[in-house]
């Protein structure tokens, strides 16, 4: 059964930083890319980054690009996102996510506030 679980969320000023850890279990984490995606409130989700499996290629929305880095270990099964100078418009609902044999596959969210 694939589980995916996010964790790291909270509340930080704006120019702070986060990082957000995924563990995921039930599948082999190092032959899937994986995905973070975020949701504010009123809007659709959307991708935020993604690292394929060996870690070989990362790619990310043009609004986080320079200030958002997408890791994985795959020893560890956990990928991670590491938020850098921060901003109110990032404050959204952060997903994990995988396609596993042609099924997505998400977390339950992390909440992130970015707010003085």
């Known amino acids: 059964q694939v589980q995916l679980v996010e964790s790291g969320g909270g509340l930080v000023q704006p120019g702070g930083s986060l990082r957000l850890s995924c563990a995921a279990s039930?599948?082999?984490?190092?032959?899937?890319?994986m995905s973070w995606y975020r949701q504010a409130p009123g809007k659709a989700r959307e991708l935020v980054a993604r690292?394929?499996?060996?870690?070989?290629?990362?790619n990310y929305a043009d609004s986080v690009k320079g200030r958002f880095t997408i890791s994985r270990d795959n020893a560890k099964n956990t990928v991670y996102l590491q938020m850098n100078s921060l901003k109110p418009e990032d404050t959204a609902v952060y997903y994990c996510?995988?396609?596993?044999?042609?099924?997505?596959?998400w977390g339950k969210g992390t909440l992130v506030t970015v707010s003085s």
């Open positions: 996510k995988v396609a596993v044999e042609g099924r997505n596959y």
């Open positions: 690292i394929t499996s060996a870690a070989g290629s990362t």
């Open positions: 039930g599948f082999t984490f190092s032959s899937y890319a």
